[in-house]
């Protein structure tokens, strides 16, 4: 029998602590949707996306009622549309954001090109169309892989990704560049993370699958507050052990949508996730581990810990673990990074620095309205060859806020939060980012 | 057995247990557990109950406490034990 101390704590990291289920994300495979004609290829898309999907948000709705915990999102991830379609992909965007709003759904991600190595026809023609298409549509996500550890960097990606920010910003500078919080350059882009604006359905995934992330950096904050001053083994293993009752949950969940849907589990992504609201940042457990703000001599140290120790009490608690499996550390989704940012605590390189020993990278970070594509692309350069050298996930979501110089505020408003305007390096790279051509794979990436 | 835990919270008054137990028995659902204090006059009760007899889905359940909640003005919570499972035994 479980006991009262048991049920209780599990009613207040609920209640109190913010603890939630962040996503359920149905993973789609379009692959059998591919036609040559555009228009065809979107009819298809939208009727497999209504058919699997259709009982989405209503499960989700019911598991919510049943285990008394919030399941905030309910989303959809679909193959890379690059590789459904050669011709101009802008009927398939349209076709799938009426897809996304016919089910319910808050996103769909997967308005994506895979070009680590190079790029095809259809790659350059959805990346050209990915300003238009995110300023047009409502639900939509899309990402690009720049990089990989086995292929290298693709130069050439980087320089476009750069120019494609900027447009991107521009076409949706009345809602302060809106459209560059659903797109992300990736290295290393992983094909099951149920996280936006990330999340697409990979060539390796089946016919269709139950991804789930899961939140709590409330909780994982709460319990640190009990060993105030203890030492740092006492720190991780206290991380642990929420980490694999927040997890446990998660698994139950996916189980749940799995049975009832009849669609398979595909993975929990232990990812903790904060959103803007106070008790849910990941920068406030850094603080609770001593520091005054996130970005002080010491925050890698106690990202790393954190990070490392999340994946470790979490890798028990589920029966399959992938996405991206790690803190997340964005900008605007995080009042506690909004306040060190605010407070002068936290710089970008800072943020680079932290993006090595977590998941995943320089997110949700506004930067100056002039900054140049060239310096947006060495941004991206320099955050694919972390990922790169380190054979991990790493990813670039920056968005430049038209008219706005550092310091300013941009809003984006919901979970997407708010940010202040963060000062870019401006230094000339120009002739660096014009090379273009391949940064080679590394030597350990020869591992056969 | 499919359990559910009812947490009924809120000012104590007279016949919570009564009117919640009594709800229980028109819908069949057979009681397993119940602690409850009082702390400060506000009134806390936890109800383990076992499903299986009811013929009516968890949703409708959920409609058929609404009456009681607003009879009583008390925040009644009905949820499926498996998370309080999940989260504490493995």
Do not use: W
């Not at chain 1, 298809?44 to 919510?64: F, N």
């Not at chain 1, 190595?117 to 959805?126: H, N």
């Not at chain 1, 999340?199 to 016919?207: D, I, N, Y």
């Amino acid at each position: 029998m479980i006991e009262k101390r048991e049920i209780l704590q599990t009613m207040h990291m609920i209640q109190q602590e913010n603890f939630d289920i962040r996503t359920i994300t149905l993973g789609i495979n379009l692959l059998d949707c591919s036609d040559r004609d555009a228009n065809r290829c979107a009819e298809r898309v939208y009727e497999k996306i209504c058919r699997t999907a259709r009982d989405l948000v209503k499960t989700g709705e019911e598991i919510e009622t049943e285990l008394g915990i919030p399941i905030v999102n309910k989303r959809i991830s679909v193959t890379p549309i690059s590789l459904i379609c050669q011709d101009d992909p802008r009927p398939i965007a349209l076709a799938l954001d009426r897809a996304a709003a016919e089910v319910g759904v808050n996103f769909l991600g997967g308005y994506s090109a895979l070009m680590h190595k190079g790029a095809t026809l259809a790659d350059e023609r959805l990346l050209a169309s990915i300003p238009e298409v995110l300023s047009e549509t409502k639900f939509l996500c899309s990402s690009v892989n720049v990089a990989s550890t086995r292929a290298g960097i693709n130069m050439n990606a980087v320089k476009e990704m750069g120019e494609i920010i900027k447009r991107t910003a521009e076409l949706t500078a009345d809602q302060d560049g809106l459209g560059c919080a659903k797109l992300v350059v990736f290295a290393n882009a992983v094909e099951d993370n149920p996280f936006m604006a990330g999340a697409f359905c990979g060539v390796g995934e089946p016919e269709c699958a139950i991804n789930v992330g899961v939140s709590g950096p409330g909780v994982v904050k709460v319990a640190l507050e009990h060993v105030k001053g203890m030492p740092f083994d006492v720190v991780a293993e206290t991380i642990k052990r929420t980490a694999f009752k927040i997890t446990r949950v998660g698994q139950l969940v996916a189980k749940e949508a799995s049975k009832r849907m009849n669609i398979p589990f595909g993975i929990v992504d232990l990812s903790l996730a904060p959103t803007p609201a106070r008790g849910d940042s990941v920068a406030h457990i850094l603080t609770e581990m001593g520091l005054l703000n996130a970005g002080a001599p010491g925050t890698t140290a106690a990202l790393a810990l954190l990070n490392d120790a999340v994946k470790k009490g979490g890798i028990m608690a589920s029966n399959h673990v992938g996405g991206l499996s790690g803190a997340f550390i964005p900008v605007s989704e995080d009042i506690g990074m909004i306040e060190a940012v605010s407070a002068g605590a936290l710089t970008l390189e800072k943020l680079e620095a932290m993006t090595c020993v977590c998941s995943v990278g320089l997110d949700m970070i506004a930067i100056p309205g002039d900054t140049s594509a060239a310096t947006i692309s060495g941004i991206i350069a320099d955050e694919a060859a972390i990922g790169m050298i380190n054979n991990k996930t790493t990813a670039v979501r920056l968005i430049p806020a038209v008219g706005k110089k550092a310091g300013d505020l941009v809003e984006f408003g919901g979970l997407l939060g708010r940010a202040p305007v963060m000062s870019v390096n401006t230094q000339d790279n120009s002739e660096f980012i014009a090379r273009g051509g391949r940064i080679p794979a590394p030597v350990h990436s020869m591992r056969n | 057995m499919k359990k559910a835990l009812i947490s009924v919270t809120g000012l104590d008054t007279t016949g919570i247990i009564a009117r919640v137990a009594m709800k229980l028995y028109e819908l069949n659902i057979n009681i397993l557990d119940i602690t409850q204090t009082i702390l400060g006059g506000y009134f806390t009760m936890m109800m383990v109950v076992d499903l299986d007899g009811a013929e009516k889905s968890f949703e409708e359940i959920n409609l058929e406490l609404e009456p009681v909640r607003e009879e009583l003005k008390m925040s009644i919570h009905m949820q499926r034990m498996d998370i309080f499972d999940a989260m504490h035994r493995i």
